[in-house]
């Protein structure tokens, strides 16, 4: 897995503490997104900040597949859950999110 954050960085491998860290440094004064890329395409992605909640989606290797979170706003600690739990190949990180399929 590689976390480009805010397209100024990557970092190959994160670890959970590493995400917590990148997740609570966002600022939506400014670009305020992080891409958890995958090797085969797929992805997760957040946008926002702790202060005003995040939105959440995921591609699962084509536009025809991506998903977006239905609740809107989500906490901190849900994103970092989230990310860590996708970056260790968990696939507890679709529980307890509505998903919904985007159309393009």
């Known amino acids: 897995m590689t976390l480009d954050i805010c397209g100024r ?3 190959v491998s994160p670890t959970a503490e ?3 860290d990148a ?3 966002l ?3 400014g670009d305020a997104y992080l891409i958890l890329n995958a090797p085969d395409g797929k992805f997760m992605q957040c946008t ?3 202060r005003v ?3 959440l ?3 699962d290797g084509s536009v025809d597949e991506h998903y977006q979170a239905a609740q809107d706003r989500l906490e901190a600690e849900t994103i970092i859950l989230k990310l860590s739990q996708y970056a260790k190949g968990n696939s507890g990180w679709k529980d307890g ?3 919904k399929k985007i159309a393009w």
């Open 23 to 25: 997740v609570m440094n």
């Open 18 to 20: 590493f995400l917590r």
């Open 57 to 59: 989606e995921y591609q």
């Open 27 to 29: 600022d939506v004064s």
């Open 53 to 55: 909640g995040f939105h």
């Open 48 to 50: 926002g900040d702790h």
């Open 9 to 11: 960085k990557e970092v």
């Open 97 to 99: 999110i509505d998903w």
